[in-house]
């Protein structure tokens, strides 16, 4: 059974420019979460979709991000425009059950440097 | 703002027994606890998860006491390859935020 795969791997952009990463979570997972980690910091919640709909988005840090997950298969984040402080690695993961405390799958991150 | 605190690095041999403890003073009361590992260049990869009391799976224990204000992470006997991120997670703020701890890096030597 294929995992929680995140693409790309990499992003390196400038600021101002805008960046979509993508999160592909492990099919049937009705729960998608969206977590990043800042340098040095540690892993904060952005945001979590229950199939197509946003259940939680207290963790977004401002209105230039924007996640979708329309149809309720993948997501997609994206930076609008990028600053210096957003650079860090995204994680995406998933879970089946109704429970944000149950198990997740976690990919394996996408690193974003904003220069 | 209460944080999710863990000791920042932690050194051990091959063969020991490893105690990792979060702190997470503003748990919600009804939702358990969660551990994580994460190796470079990896998401975290779950452990274990637990209430109260003790939880044991193959890989780990879990200790939490009555106040489940804290939680202990015990890995039996490391090795090489436990050398890795140990992260807590808990649900805070009435039970709505999915909050990460500061994390552990443990380094496992010969």
């Known amino acids: 059974e294929a995992g929680v795969t995140q693409f790309p791997s990499h992003s390196v952009i400038e600021k101002g420019q805008t960046v979509t990463l993508r999160c592909d979570p492990i099919s049937g997972h009705d729960n998608l979460y969206w977590y990043r980690r800042v340098m040095g910091k540690e892993i904060k919640f952005l945001l979590h979709?229950?199939?197509?709909?946003?259940?939680?988005e207290s963790g977004m840090p401002n209105n230039r991000f924007l996640a979708e997950r329309t149809g309720g298969t993948y997501s997609t984040l994206k930076v609008q425009p990028a600053e210096l402080e957003d650079s860090g690695v995204y994680f995406c993961?998933?879970?089946?059950?109704?429970?944000?405390?149950?198990?997740?799958?976690f990919g394996p991150g996408t690193r974003l440097t904003v220069l | 703002l209460a944080k999710t605190t863990q000791p920042i690095s932690m050194d051990s041999y091959e063969g020991q027994e490893v105690n990792i403890t979060c702190s997470h003073n503003?748990?919600?009361?009804?939702?358990?606890i969660t551990w994580y590992q994460q190796f470079p260049s990896q998401g975290p990869r779950f452990i274990i998860q637990?209430?109260?009391t003790k939880v044991t799976n193959e890989v780990a224990s879990l200790f939490i006491p009555a106040d489940r204000k804290s939680s202990t992470l015990s890995l039996p006997r490391v090795s090489l390859s436990d050398t890795a991120v140990y992260y807590c997670l808990t649900i805070t703020g009435g039970g709505n935020k999915l909050t990460f701890g500061t994390g552990t890096q443990l380094k496992v030597e010969l």
């Open positions: 993961a998933s879970s089946q059950g109704t429970q944000k405390s149950d198990e997740q799958f």
């Open positions: 979709f229950v199939k197509e709909s946003k259940q939680d």
């Open positions: 503003n748990i919600a009361t009804n939702d358990y």
């Open positions: 637990g209430y109260k």
